[in-house]
């Protein structure tokens, strides 16, 4: 699809974003169903209205990234990230540097915080949250979460860390501290080094091949050795060695 290519390139001299590294039937299936919606034929005449009017802009940029997120999502890695990931993660430093990647509205960096809560103090908790969305982290910093982002929470943590307003769910302050978000594309963007632990959940699937081995090479030279990438349940690696990683535990890769 020709208009198709053309709106790449000028997405791309727009934004920087480069929705050639995307599946492209995912992304053009996606794309086509809110231009219809908002009564226009083609891309390039999508793309002429997203030049002038930055609420298209704003409301392609929020469809173009992945949203769906819940606290605790895939509980029983959680468990593991409790009990087994960070036990030793901590026994080595009990500062660790931590990052959320693509972390859109921020249930998983507010569960990292809660997570690791309870085995360091809350004044030693530090979580770098980035996504390429803008609007995505003003409602994470925001901390307000509708009753069913919380289905897997126990209950304990359910009452120690959230505010119960009605249907919705106000993440406590003492856990929004612990979190800085910024704006970051994994696919353009530098990466800071150091980390102990990167969390990367549920967005590689909608990658390229390409793009995937980009990312996950960035991760690895981002990581401390030791350090530990946390996965996606749909987003097993099974070529770890080629980025430097070993496999830790199911979903968990640990840098050599």
């Known amino acids: 699809m020709p208009d198709y290519a053309t709106f790449i390139g ?21 794309l086509t169903s809110l231009y219809e919606k908002r009564g226009f034929r083609n891309f390039i005449d999508y793309y002429a209205a997203i030049h002038k009017d930055p609420v298209l802009l704003e409301e392609f940029l929020d469809r173009m990234t992945i949203n769906v997120s819940e606290f605790y999502r895939n509980a029983q890695r959680w468990e593991v990230l409790d009990k087994k990931i960070l036990p030793k993660l901590l026994s080595n430093n009990k500062k660790l540097k931590i990052w959320s990647a693509a972390c859109s509205t921020g249930e998983e960096p507010y569960s990292l915080a809660m997570v690791l809560s309870s085995h360091v103090p809350l004044r030693d908790i530090a979580i770098l949250a ?12 925001v ?5 069913r982002a919380l289905k897997e929470v126990p209950s304990a943590v359910v009452n120690k860390h959230f505010v119960n307003e009605g249907h919705y769910y106000q993440v406590k302050d003492d856990i929004k501290k612990t979190v800085n978000f910024k704006q970051h594309n994994l696919l353009d963007d530098r990466y800071d080094t150091g980390f102990d632990l990167i969390v990367c959940r549920n967005v590689m699937i909608y990658f390229t091949e ?14 401390k050795p030791g350090g530990i990438l946390f996965v996606g349940s749909t987003e097993q690696i099974f070529n770890p060695a080629k980025y430097g990683f070993e496999s830790e535990d199911t979903f968990f890769y640990r840098k050599v």
């Open 143 to 147: 901390g307000l979460y509708p009753e």
């Open 130 to 141: 980035t996504d390429l969305d803008a609007g995505v982290l003003n409602r994470a910093k």
């Open 210 to 223: 390409e793009a995937k081995d980009q990312i996950y090479m960035n991760f690895s030279k981002s990581l």
């Open 10 to 30: 000028k997405i791309k001299q727009k934004t920087g974003i480069d929705l050639s590294l995307y599946k492209e039937a995912q992304m053009k299936r996606r």
